[in-house]
């Protein structure tokens, strides 16, 4: 496929995902193939890093799991089968309360809980193009986290099936998803963990 090519024309399928190089990261939404690189910044790390330790260590021994990229999540249209498959990503952390929707190729279906840290190559589409696909296919809650700003926008899918206005947190908040009232983060802790760079 090429690394310089930040965004394809072409329309992919899962089908054509499962053979190119496994040295090379994208993701497919709605069969527009987008490039993953380059890698995530040493911030973008270690508060992935951060949120999941807490979230996994939270889980344990819980019917729910969570996994980290890269770990393909195929987002499934009804009756399409695996190779037709056209939106396939690798949120940062993604959490799983069904173990039906997990096999050996990843995840299948909506998650219950998707977390993205924001990185310049990618935050656009992690604010646009994600945050649809995510709400089209049922995913319950969206994080999105923004190291510079440090701050949080947390998106929660109503009954009606769509999100609700984007709820906002600074670095002083305590947070919880909807799903895991007990699992209280504290963004003044998680923010810390970005490292001082000269």
């Given at each position: 496929?090429?690394?310089?090519?930040?965004?394809?024309?072409?329309?992919?399928?899962?089908?054509?995902?499962?053979?190119?190089?496994?040295?090379?990261?994208?993701?497919?939404?709605?069969?527009?193939?987008?490039?993953?690189?380059?890698?995530?910044?040493?911030?973008?790390?270690?508060?992935?890093?951060?949120?999941?330790w807490?979230?996994?260590?939270?889980?344990?021994?819980?019917?729910?799991?969570?996994?980290?990229?890269?770990?393909?999540?195929?987002?499934?249209?009804?009756?399409?089968?695996?190779?037709?498959?056209v939106?396939?990503?690798?949120?940062?952390?993604?959490?799983?309360?069904?173990?039906?929707?997990?096999?050996?190729?990843?995840?299948?279906?909506?998650?219950?809980?998707?977390?993205?840290?924001?990185?310049?190559?990618?935050?656009?589409?992690?604010?646009?193009?994600?945050?649809?696909?995510?709400?089209?296919?049922?995913?319950?809650?969206?994080?999105?986290?923004?190291?510079?700003?440090?701050?949080?926008?947390?998106?929660?899918?109503?009954?009606?099936?769509?999100?609700?206005?984007?709820?906002?947190?600074?670095?002083?908040?305590t947070?919880?998803?909807?799903?895991?009232?007990?699992?209280?983060?504290?963004?003044?802790?998680?923010?810390?963990?970005?490292?001082?760079?000269?």
């Amino acid at each position: 496929m090429g690394l310089p090519i930040r965004k394809t024309e072409k329309r992919f399928s899962y089908a054509d995902y499962k053979a190119w190089p496994d040295d090379e990261r994208w993701e497919l939404i709605d069969g527009v193939a987008y490039c993953m690189s380059p890698a995530p910044t040493s911030a973008h790390q270690a508060l992935v890093t951060e949120f999941l330790w807490r979230i996994a260590a939270f889980l344990h021994g819980k019917p729910c799991q969570a996994f980290v990229a890269p770990f393909d999540v195929r987002l499934v249209e009804a009756d399409a089968s695996d190779d037709q498959v056209v939106n396939v990503v690798q949120p940062d952390i993604v959490v799983y309360c069904d173990p039906g929707k997990i096999d050996q190729r990843g995840g299948k279906g909506a998650p219950d809980w998707i977390i993205e840290v924001l990185s310049p190559a990618t935050a656009a589409r992690d604010q646009r193009e994600k945050l649809a696909l995510y709400e089209r296919f049922g995913v319950d809650e969206y994080w999105l986290v923004h190291p510079g700003d440090r701050l949080l926008t947390i998106f929660r899918r109503e009954e009606s099936g769509v999100y609700a206005r984007a709820q906002v947190f600074d670095e002083e908040a305590t947070v919880a998803a909807t799903r895991f009232p007990e699992l209280n983060l504290s963004l003044t802790e998680i923010f810390s963990v970005i490292p001082e760079l000269s």
